[in-house]
């Protein structure tokens, strides 16, 4: 159960924070009893932090940043750690929206997160 403790949420956090060439500047986690887990990592370039709830197999990302942080490589880095069986991303460019960037849930299971491929520019 990865989603379950500390240890293995934050080693893949902070790969995926070293992968994406982030600067770590403090991390905090929490255990919950029997298991789950909140962390936080303080990044030079903003932060990410986590959020699971293991008895529905689920954990919620958010990754921040206002400098240069490659986000679509710290998020290859937790897809590949934790290989969900659906995921969804919601990017949002600060002053705007853009949408859903990806979801490999079928669009009948929810319609906000619906498959939408970025346009050609």
């Known amino acids: 159960m990865a989603l379950a ?16 060439g982030a600067t770590v500047i403090h991390q905090y986690f929490h255990q919950f009893n029997p298991w789950g887990v909140t962390g936080f ?4 370039e903003s932060h990410i932090s986590v959020h699971t709830w293991v008895d ?3 954990a ?6 206002c400098g240069p942080m490659n986000t679509d490589k710290v998020l290859e880095v ?11 991303v919601r990017r949002i ?3 705007g929206d853009t949408g859903p960037a990806y979801s490999n849930t079928p669009s009948g299971e929810d319609p906000a997160h619906q498959h ?6």
């Open 5 to 20: 403790t500390v240890e293995p949420i934050r080693d893949l956090m902070c790969k995926a924070a070293e992968a994406g």
């Open 41 to 44: 990592l303080l990044l030079a």
């Open 56 to 58: 529905e197999g689920f």
């Open 60 to 65: 919620a990302f958010d990754i921040f940043t």
């Open 78 to 88: 937790i897809r590949e750690g934790l290989k969900p069986k659906h995921a969804s």
């Open 93 to 95: 460019v600060r002053g």
């Open 116 to 121: 939408n491929p970025p346009e050609s520019r």
